[in-house]
């Protein structure tokens, strides 16, 4: 049995915040996956997620919806760059302890796009996971 993840700021894949904030609202088409959402993403925007392949064999496996996920940023001055118009001013999105980061875009104002819930999540993948995000860290801290 796998031990239980410690949570540390470390290298947390957790988001640790009560909330985020984000712009627009969560059109999404009923039968869309959070797999969809990460390929749209990626597809559409160009967008550069790195996202590894055994994270998203677990959320296919373990049928993870996109209206699970959401976009948002750690500010509401930040969530102000993806409003618009069309989206309206950001607001605040809460979330529990279990919130997953699955990735981030890394833009300046960076946008996270989180699982609400990951506790359903096998707990080995989440500690691959946990060390796949802590060895990209080393990698950048590298000289």
């Not at 996109?66 to 618009?84: I, L, N, P």
């Not at 999105?93 to 990951?118: M, P, Q």
Request: aromatic share 10%.
């Amino acid at each position: 049995m796998p031990r239980t993840m410690e949570r540390s700021k470390e290298t947390s894949i957790y988001w640790q915040r009560p909330y985020g904030w984000r712009a627009g609202s969560r059109n999404i088409e009923p039968d869309a996956s959070a797999v969809d959402v990460i390929r749209y993403e990626q597809e559409a925007y160009c967008n550069d997620l790195d996202v590894p392949d055994f994270l998203l064999e677990e959320l296919t496996h373990k049928q993870v919806s996109a209206r699970e996920v959401v976009w948002v940023c750690r500010t509401r001055q930040h969530a102000k760059r993806y409003s618009s118009q069309d989206t309206g001013q950001p607001y605040q999105e809460d979330f529990g302890r279990n919130a997953l980061i699955l990735v981030t875009d890394h833009e300046a104002e960076t946008g996270y796009l989180l699982l609400s819930d990951a506790s359903r999540l096998d707990p080995v993948v989440l500690e691959q996971y946990a060390r796949y995000r802590k060895a990209q860290q080393a990698n950048v801290q590298k000289p």
